[in-house]
Nanobody
Framework: QVQLVESGGGLVQAGASLRLSCAAS????????MGWFRQAPGKEREFVAA????????YYADSVKGRFTISRDNAKKTVYLQMNGLKPEDTAVYYC??????????????????WGQGTRVTVSS
């Protein structure tokens, strides 16, 4: 069983930066693919970014490419989402997710077996 705990959310102004963290339990964290998703009020949860365990290969949604960076520290069992140049449309609850099988469909919620409780990010204009 894997438990994920997100932190780092908050209220910021447009243009600011935030770094989200996701701390994981479990002995095999280093072999998991990890993802970040977000859900804005009244909208469906959407893919933001993902990182594979091998070679640190990363993927991003077009809406965040060039502004957000996903990274991981396997020794700390933590994955990060550095968010720069935040926009009001980035306002959402951000969720961390873990995929023990490193499935190719990294952009789909169905690829992930474990989810955190979410951390709220609010960007004011």
């Amino acid at each position: 069983q894997v438990q994920l705990v997100e932190s780092g959310g908050g209220l910021v102004q447009a243009g600011a930066s935030l770094r989200l963290s996701c701390a994981a339990s479990g002995r095999t964290f280093s072999s998991y693919a990890m993802g970040w998703f977000r859900q804005a009020p009244g909208k469906e949860r959407e893919f933001v970014a993902a990182i594979r365990w091998s070679y640190g290969i990363t993927y991003y949604a077009d809406s965040v490419k060039g502004r957000f960076t996903i990274s991981r520290d396997n020794a700390k069992k933590t994955v990060y989402l550095q968010m720069n140049g935040l926009k009001p449309e980035d306002t959402a609850v951000y969720y961390c997710a873990a995929d023990p099988r490193s499935r190719p469909t990294y952009y789909s919620m169905t690829a992930y077996d474990y989810w955190g409780q979410g951390t709220r990010v609010t960007v004011s204009s």
